[in-house]
């Protein structure tokens, strides 16, 4: 690999840039050659991040790359080569402890990737050699080795497929593991390769890896005795990749083309780019704040110490003489090492532990969402999924949801509804009815009346039948794996081909898309039945009973360019038909216009209904044009450079003046409480935009279906039609309509509140935007230069303006476009994406937030994702409830430790006021070292895991609530500025609380006074109670774990001191505290000013307490009217002390 690369990088080896060779089987293409192998990688697979002689450098370097990591690593430092006022143990004990906690949960993680990939590496794999079979690990496959998998196993690289075990030299892949999807898949061989592997003589000529899974370009060369080499194309319909399942095929021979970590799969394993929340942000601004809080005062304390000692007496008292090294020192080198001892005497107000305990909260309170039974479906059997901790609270925050139409809003269950040939309607109905003039019964077409043609009809029924990539897939005894589960009953359609009155046959249709199989079934109903492919050859039941064999000559298949595919085929009498469906926009343009019209009402009537159309139309090739196109399109297949262009053209080519027969509607019904969820999401201040790649009238009618147009919206449309309507330049229309549109919502509308939507305001006018990709092209991508930054503003503030966005003919890469524009606009409003499709996932990894639905259009979306939830209405609990909860947990947490790491700050700090600026410590070192390790820190981390200041069920039937902690609400400047300057009340009162108290010399029995040591423990006696006491007033859902650790560690607290006081322990050399604690406590006075000073420090909060309107369970017997009153109290309160 090394090699290549250099190779590469000098300009060395060109060839190997653009494309491999590749010898099958390792066998020289001529004798008279020698044979030299290519060198290609292994087929090793690395997911894992470290070795074990890696690991320590490489993850120090990563975790000290982190500022406050690296601040406390300089800060150990100082302590150990400057004579400062602490011991290196202060600040190297809790930076330690980070560091190894952080690496151990880094490397566990590491070793379950080592782990993973050892059991894919040292997988047994069957590889031909010669006529032999050998037994192979995984990771010594070479390129060019010809690989044996059996049914249910999985490819071990990506493969060439050379051999099936069947008849029709096809075999069926399955690729969940890869892009989740379970339909089945059809891949072929290699046309004109021998049987008999072990003569094949051959070479591959294809592209270098790349990591798209569904192209593929290569050749291959085919040497028969001294004959000139035949050339195969080879296509993605020829390889079998790696990590995909091979399914219903005996077993398979293929040639290894890509190994290891060149294989598409691996090439696709890459991190998704580091997403940061909002509070991470926020917490690095206030980081800043505390630092230079920190600065300021060892500058003051430099400089007060030098000022005090310039007065006569005090740089050098007769009890304290200075050595002559100390007079000799530089007087600006003194300054600096009191500056950095100041610093260091300080540090402790910079909560280096707050990032462990925000990791941990982020790692065990994600798996809520996992145990949370109300995500869990049980027609699929999975709950959610969390595939990133590192946006829980970023739930909480969401002001933009853009979500996929099919298989989000709507359940993608394809059901053939009605159809319609040369104009005229026809609905299936089990009995009869009447339906626009016709009268519809059930049986076959034949029996209706005043209808098209007969001819037409069966030209119609033959395109359903031919025109797709379906596969019919054999009865099993047990019938339980049929394919995606689309199974059927074939009404009196034997295995052969045969007319069975009795028994009813069961077969399953395998297919890469439900439409394929409703369009199907669809022509079943009306008498024509697909009975498989087989050879090449469709075979189709008619309503006589009669089966048609047609020749399957190419597929031109499917793309979302296009957004239309075709089949050739010939019939038996020898005609060339070409059959097409697409989307109408895609295929009117390619039919004659005089058709057109009588297709296009029902067409458009059937969108409004809100089903899928699709247009069906067919071309009969004459011998002429069908040699030109075989000859075209075998051409371009083998090419290796630009091989889709050359397709394309071909494709565009073929599909011209076509004759419309008739359209199809498929009906797509809607989730389960879609509506309601979209409802609550407006309702919480969420604006919802719909990106759809379906067609406008539909995409309009799910809109209103799911309440996000209400009949009183005012839709502004800025389509290829309106633009059209002007009867102007594209362009003219374009900025007419964006300034008539701006005008209308954003200058004339009233001024609205933030937060208020339609269900608030009835008065105001609620306006829907309709945009389609064309026209966005155009706002996107203007003619003039000068006018992108116009049109995207005025666009993007009337998006704002409209309770919902609608946006259809979307292409994927258009889909990301709108996620990054509104991501990056003013105010950098948080954005969350769901889809359930592989067109979705450039939205999902555009957005802040990113949710995969487990739907049927696979896993690529919940694999690309930061979230996966079985159903559209989980959204709904997961941002109201979830993502509120775990806001408010986490912007308490910050708050919490900033304001107490100032409390046990401040007094160390007023302390050298009154000890001539020596940096004496006010605290012993094992409390400096212990108080955010252990006395204070599980009672946060219980309250961030469990804390429901407002019962789950209030914040489902309350939406509005949502709205209350928008824009970051409780880590904003205000509620800091609350939480610092409480952290500066309640320091300033525990050091003056027990200097008065000190003001009284003898406070023993005995006469005794105290020293400085009891001044300190006293302070810290009161600093703990008093922090741990606030958190306890701010919680209000107490279970047995924050009963524990709340009164258990004021309990740890307690024994602890104890336990250190009153042993004398051999490796201290100076022993500060011994029985200082039980002295302390001896004395009365110490005992009234402990319990006076954190009753002073909580009666705010006490207080606040005792008035507040009851809270938590009992707010669900509150009003309605009452409980968002007291809701909005409650959260006002709680932005400074955040419950």
């Known amino acids: 690999m090394l090699r290549r690369r250099l190779n590469r990088l000098l300009g060395g080896d060109e060839r190997r840039v653009d494309s491999r060779t590749i010898y099958v089987g390792h066998r020289s293409c001529s004798a008279n050659e020698v044979f030299i192998p290519p060198k290609f990688c292994d087929n090793r697979i690395v997911s894992s991040k470290y070795t074990v002689w890696n690991f320590l450098p490489k993850n120090l370097f990563e975790q000290f790359r982190r500022i406050a990591n690296f601040y406390f690593l300089i800060i150990f430092l100082v302590q150990v080569i400057v004579d400062t006022p602490t011991s290196p143990v202060t600040s190297g004990l809790p930076l330690f402890f980070v560091i190894t906690v952080t690496a151990i949960k880094q490397g566990y993680e590491d070793w379950l990737r080592h782990k993973a990939d050892n059991e894919v590496n040292k997988y047994q794999v069957t590889v031909l050699e010669g006529d032999r079979r050998i037994q192979k690990e995984s990771e010594k496959i070479k390129v060019g080795d010809v690989v044996e998998v059996k049914e249910d196993e999985t490819f071990p690289c990506d493969l060439i497929l050379l051999k099936s075990s069947r008849d029709d030299d096809t075999c069926f892949v399955t690729t969940a593991s890869l892009d989740g999807e379970s339909n089945h898949k059809t891949h072929y061989t290699v046309p004109d390769t021998e049987n008999d592997l072990e003569s094949l003589n051959a070479t591959i000529e294809c592209e270098q890896p790349q990591p798209d899974l569904y192209k593929f370009v290569g050749r291959m060369h085919i040497y028969r005795n001294d004959q000139e080499p035949a050339v195969r194309s080879l296509g993605p319909e020829n390889l079998l990749l790696k990590g995909a399942t091979l399914k219903n095929t005996q077993k398979i021979c293929g040639v290894a083309v890509y190994t290891g970590m060149e294989t598409k799969m691996a090439l696709n394993y890459q991190g998704k780019s580091q997403k940061r929340s909002a509070v991470e942000k926020s917490i690095n601004a206030f980081l800043l704040v505390y630092l230079s809080i920190l600065v300021s005062k060892a500058l003051v304390c430099t400089t007060l110490k030098y000022v005090w000692q310039s007065k006569p007496g005090q740089d050098e008292p007769w009890y304290n003489e200075k050595t002559q090294r100390e007079k000799d020192t530089n007087l600006y080198l003194k300054m600096f090492t009191d500056f950095l001892s100041f610093m260091v005497l300080f540090n402790f107000i910079i909560p280096v532990s707050m990032y462990v305990t925000v990791e941990m909260q982020k790692f065990l309170g994600s798996f809520f969402i996992t145990w949370d039974k109300d995500f869990f479906d049980p027609e699929i059997k999975e709950g959610a999924l969390v595939n990133t901790s590192d946006l829980n609270e970023e739930l909480g925050q969401v002001e933009y949801v853009f979500t996929d139409k099919t298989g989000t809003l709507t359940q993608n269950n394809m059901e053939f509804i009605e159809c319609c040939i040369d104009g005229f309607q026809y609905k299936y109905r089990d009995a009869s009815s009447e339906l626009d003039g016709f009268c519809v019964t059930d049986g076959p077409v034949s029996k209706l009346q005043q209808k098209a043609g007969r001819e037409k009809e069966e ?131 390619r039919v004659r216009q005089e058709e057109v019209e009588r297709i296009r009402v029902h067409v458009e009537r059937n969108a409004t209904e809100g089903y899928r159309t699709l247009c069906v139309a067919y071309k009969s090739l004459s011998e002429e044009e069908y040699t030109q196109a075989d000859a075209g399109l075998r051409e371009a297949r083998l090419a290796l450079q630009d091989r889709e262009e050359k397709l394309m053209a071909v494709y565009n080519q073929v599909e011209t003046g076509m004759s419309l027969i008739g359209a199809t509607a498929v009906e797509d019904r809607l989730q389960d409480e879609a509506a309601e969820t979209m409802e609550a999401l407006q309702g919480a201040g969420i604006k919802v935009w719909v990106l759809t790649g379906d067609k406008m009238e539909t995409a309009k009618s799910t809109c209103y279906a799911c309440r996000l147009f209400q009949r009183n919206t005012e839709l502004l449309e800025l389509t290829v039609r309106t633009l059209e309507d002007g009867g102007r330049r594209r362009e003219e229309r374009l900025h007419e309509l964006l300034v008539e549109y701006h005008k209308k919502a954003v200058q004339d509308a009233p001024p609205v509140k933030a937060g208020v939507t339609r269900s608030w305001s009835s008065t105001s006018q609620d306006y829907g935007f309709i945009i389609d990709g064309a026209t966005l092209s155009m706002v996107l991508n203007p003619s003039s230069e000068s006018n992108s930054s116009r049109y995207k503003n005025l666009f993007l503030q009337i998006c704002q303006n409209c309770t919902s966005v609608l946006c259809c003919r979307m292409a994927p890469l258009q889909k990301a476009q709108i996620v990054k524009m509104v991501k990056n606009s003013k105010g950098s409003p948080i954005t969350l994406s769901i889809g359930d499709g592989a067109n979705d996932v450039s939205m999902i990894l555009e957005a802040h937030v990113g949710i995969g639905i487990k739907g049927k259009e696979g896993r690529q979306a919940v694999r690309n994702s930061d979230y996966a939830i079985p159903k559209l209405k989980h959204l709904k609990k997961l941002l109201l409830a979830h993502g509120h909860l775990y806001y408010v947990r986490i912007a308490h947490l910050v708050q919490y430790f900033f304001y107490k790491n100032l409390c046990f700050i401040l007094p160390q700090f007023l302390y050298q006021f009154f000890c001539g600026y020596s940096q004496q410590p006010l605290y012993d070192a094992a409390y400096l070292t212990m108080y955010n390790i252990c006395f204070t820190s599980m009672p946060i ?46 320091g300033l009162l525990f050091f003056f609380g027990v200097r008065y108290l000190f003001s009284n010399p003898a406070l023993q029995d005995n006469g005794q006074v105290f020293g400085n040591w009891s001044y300190g423990t006293i302070v810290f006696t009161v600093l703990v109670f008093t922090v741990t006491l606030k958190l306890a007033l701010d919680t209000r859902h107490w279970t047995w774990i924050n009963h524990f650790v709340i009164w258990g560690s004021l309990a740890f607290y307690v024994f602890f001191s104890f336990f250190w006081g009153g042993i004398i322990w051999p490796f201290l050399r100076q022993q500060r505290l011994y029985f200082v604690f039980a002295n302390m406590l001896s004395s009365v006075s110490a005992w009234l000013v402990i319990i006076l000073l954190i009753l002073l420090s909580l009666l705010p909060e006490i207080l606040l307490v005792v008035f507040r309107k009851p809270r938590g369970p009992h707010a669900r017997q509150l009003s309605k009217a009452g409980l968002l009153q007291t809701s909005r109290l409650r959260l006002s309160h709680h932005y400074p002390t955040s419950t």
């Open 459 to 589: 030209l119609f029924l033959r395109a359903l039948c031919l025109c797709h990539t379906v596969q019919v897939k054999e009865p099993t005894g047990q019938g339980q794996d049929q394919g995606d589960g689309l199974t059927d009953q074939l009404d009196g359609v034997g295995m052969d081909g045969e007319v069975l009155h009795s028994p009813l046959e069961q077969r399953g249709f395998i297919a890469s898309s439900p439409d394929e199989v409703a369009l199907v079934k669809g022509a079943m109903r009306y008498g024509f039945t697909f009975l498989g492919l087989e050879s090449k050859t469709m075979k189709i039941l008619n309503w006589n009973n009669d089966i048609e064999m047609y020749e399957l000559l190419h597929v031109l298949n499917f793309d979302p360019v296009r957004r239309r595919m075709s089949v050739i085929v010939r019939s038996k009498s020898g005609d060339t038909l070409l059959f097409c469906k697409g989307a109408d926009s895609s295929i009117f343009p």
């Open 941 to 986: 981390l219980a309250y961030s895991l469990l804390e429901q200041h407002i019962c789950i069920e209030v914040l489902l039937d309350n939406a509005t609530l949502y709205r209350e902690i928008a824009k970051n609400a409780m880590l904003r400047w205000g509620p800091f500025l609350y939480w610092t300057l409480l952290g500066l009340f309640h």
